[in-house]
Structure formats: structure tokens, C-alpha cells
């Protein structure tokens, strides 16, 4: 298939085209080029969970998917985006169990959500990065920044924090997971820093 380059997570936005979608921003390793691959809101709220550092009270299917993979002994070694046709990325995850290489087809956002958990290396080949990669140039840095920001840790606001700290460590877990299931990514790193805190 050609050189492989490898991927970095940029940054997670809102989508403007399409409601209820991110857009995932994926920039090669040693370049100028990004990936931008529109993903549905679930798939972008597992996402964000791992980039934030939040642990949902429950497993998410990706957490589950990857509880599996540990349990039998199944090593996600790298994802490779390894196709695009008519605007859609394919992916592969590439395991290994006992010595033995397998290769399992997969969406691209769920790869990438596996790929985070397992801490595994992301690529793609050369001819997709160039057909499908752009240079973002100053005016699209603000929209760069805003993506950037998305990996960073939200300034939490005095007022919201002083409110939690009335709460117990309960309360604050039952809050976390309510913030997590309704994406409001703001208030659960406020929550999990209070957490943090007091562990």
C-alpha cells in the first residue's frame, strides 16, 4: 500500500455540515498535513472521554470492547487507515494474540476510540494523506485553535466550582455521569478535577 505516516489526535470540534457530527482532526507526525474525518456524536463523546481523562460509571462499548481484547490476552498493535472511497475513510485494527497477527476491518472513529484505550499508534498511508490532507492556513487558526483547545483541560468558573463543593463525593460521581451522558465536557473535567481532589 506505500509508506505508512503516522497520526496524532489535533483536535475534536462540532461539525458545521452535518448535525449530531465531530469532526476529528488528525495531523501527521512530521508535516503540515491534517486529516479532518466527520464521526457521529457517540463515537465522539468516547473520544473526548479518553482525551479529557474521564472514566463514565459504566463502560462504554469501546472501554468494553477493549476490557474484551485484555482479558484474552488481544494486543491492539497499530490502526491503520488504510483506505477512502467516495469521501469514507476504512480503517483496520492490527492485533496480535499468542503470537499470531490478525487483522479486523473497522470504522475509522471506532479504531481511532480503540486506538486511544489500547495507546497504540495511528497511520495512514502516503496516498491517502496526500488526496485527503489539507494545510490549514490563518484562516482556518481559529478554528485549529478551538480544536486544539478541545484536548486541554477546561478553566473551570469560581462560581461552579464554590457550588461543588457543597456536593459529596457521591453526588459528585452521580453529576459527573449525568454531565458525561449529556456531552456537557465543560462541567465533567470540573467534576472530575473536584473528584481528584478529595481522593
Do not use: W
Amino acid at each position: 500500500m506505500g509508506e505508512k505516516i503516522e497520526l496524532n489526535i489535533v483536535g475534536l470540534t462540532s461539525g458545521h455540515s452535518q448535525r449530531n457530527s465531530y469532526t476529528l482532526i488528525l495531523g501527521e507526525e512530521n508535516g503540515e498535513l491534517k486529516l479532518p474525518i466527520v464521526i457521529g456524536s457517540y463515537e465522539a463523546q468516547s473520544i473526548a472521554l479518553v482525551i479529557e481523562g474521564l472514566t463514565p460509571q459504566r463502560p462504554l462499548t469501546h472501554d468494553l470492547m477493549f476490557d474484551t481484547f485484555t482479558k484474552y490476552s488481544i494486543e491492539l498493535k497499530e490502526v491503520i487507515i488504510d483506505q477512502l472511497k467516495e469521501g469514507v475513510f476504512y480503517a483496520k485494527l492490527v492485533t496480535e494474540q499468542n503470537g499470531e497477527q490478525h487483522v479486523i476491518d473497522s470504522r475509522t472513529s471506532d479504531a481511532i476510540a480503540m486506538a486511544l484505550r489500547a495507546k497504540c499508534p495511528i497511520y495512514t498511508y502516503k496516498n491517502i494523506m496526500d488526496n485527503a490532507g489539507i494545510i490549514y492556513d490563518a484562516d482556518d487558526e481559529a478554528d485549529m485553535d478551538d480544536a486544539e483547545r478541545s484536548k486541554q483541560t477546561f478553566e473551570p468558573k469560581q462560581k461552579e466550582v464554590n457550588s461543588l463543593n457543597s456536593l459529596s463525593l457521591v453526588d459528585l460521581n452521580k453529576e459527573l455521569d449525568k454531565a458525561i451522558q449529556i456531552e456537557d465536557y465543560d462541567r465533567a473535567a470540573m467534576l472530575r478535577d473536584e473528584i481528584k481532589k478529595r481522593s
